[in-house]
């Protein structure tokens, strides 16, 4: 069975950094993509963005493009969310998909506890 566990979250404010880590068991960790999503309070869950097995292809969501970079450590099975710029919209939980497979977060029907990002003006 997959598991996740996210780490890193926290409060900081507009214009600051973070960076989330997610380490994976339960699969054969650079066979597979993965994801972040993320679910701000009120609002449906939605795709920030995904990176292939060997890390060199890379997605975005258009409002963290820029800003966010995901990376991976196939070595520590663990995929990275570093986020630059941080905006009071960015607040959400930050959840970690393994494997990834589509931006559609109705694809999925198993999330971890995901990781609060709160981002004061």
């Known amino acids: 069975q997959v598991q996740v566990e996210e780490s890193g979250g926290g409060l900081v404010q507009a214009g600051g950094s973070l960076r989330l880590s997610c380490e994976v068991s339960?699969?054969?960790?650079?066979?597979?993509?993965m994801g972040w999503f993320r679910q701000a309070p009120g609002k449906e869950r939605e795709f920030v963005a995904a990176?292939?097995?060997?890390?060199?292809?890379?997605y975005y969501a258009g409002s963290v493009k820029g800003r966010f970079t995901i990376s991976r450590d196939n070595a520590k099975n663990t995929v990275y969310l570093q986020m630059n710029s941080l905006e009071p919209e960015d607040t959400a939980v930050y959840y970690c998909?393994?494997?990834?497979?589509?931006?559609?977060?109705?694809?999925?029907?198993?999330w971890g506890q995901g990781t609060q990002v709160t981002v004061s003006s």
């Open positions: 998909i393994a494997p990834y497979s589509a931006p559609d977060p109705y694809a999925y029907d198993s």
């Open positions: 339960g699969l054969t960790f650079s066979n597979y993509a």
């Open positions: 990176i292939g097995g060997g890390g060199l292809s890379t």
